[in-house]
């Protein structure tokens, strides 16, 4: 029985923290505006439009996916049992994975930004939520 809740609450995690990335992303726009012709609808419009993008642009990315899986790996904390650190390192790599995957995609983003993301975004706060849900 175990087993099985702690396969739910990873699923829960994935699902959640997901949800919380998608909700930053859609409005990062509005508090960021995009230059003139970026769409970052499609992968296409940000290949096409990458060049475009100055720092700033890049903050609620980084914040997305950090905070997508801060929420994930807490949630998934939280509702596993015992409060073992699994769920939670499941969900951090699930979303590094995510995060690799889209560095493949858009080698036109910047080193700098691909590197940060990678490094800070996703293990460190996958621990980060396992340490507060697990309290």
């Known amino acids: 029985m175990k087993k099985f809740r702690n396969i739910l609450a990873t699923i829960a995690g994935l699902v959640i923290g997901s949800i919380a990335n998608m909700a930053l992303i859609m409005v990062s726009g509005k508090i ?5 012709g970026v769409d970052n609808t499609t ?3 940000i290949k096409a439009g990458m060049h475009l993008l100055e720092p700033q642009h ?3 990315p980084f914040l997305a996916h950090a905070f997508g899986t801060f929420v ?3 949630v998934a904390t939280k ?4 409060k073992k650190s699994t769920p939670a390192f499941i969900i951090g790599l699930l979303f590094l994975i995510g995060g690799i995957t889209m560095v493949v995609k858009l080698p ?3 080193y700098w930004f ?3 993301d990678l490094i800070f975004a996703y293990i460190p706060m996958a621990y980060i939520g396992y340490l507060l849900g697990k309290k």
């Open 32 to 36: 960021i505006p995009l230059p003139k």
């Open 43 to 45: 992968e296409e419009g």
């Open 58 to 60: 890049f903050i609620f």
């Open 72 to 74: 994930g790996a807490f």
């Open 79 to 82: 509702l596993s049992f015992p």
């Open 108 to 110: 036109e983003s910047p």
């Open 114 to 116: 691909s590197g940060i």
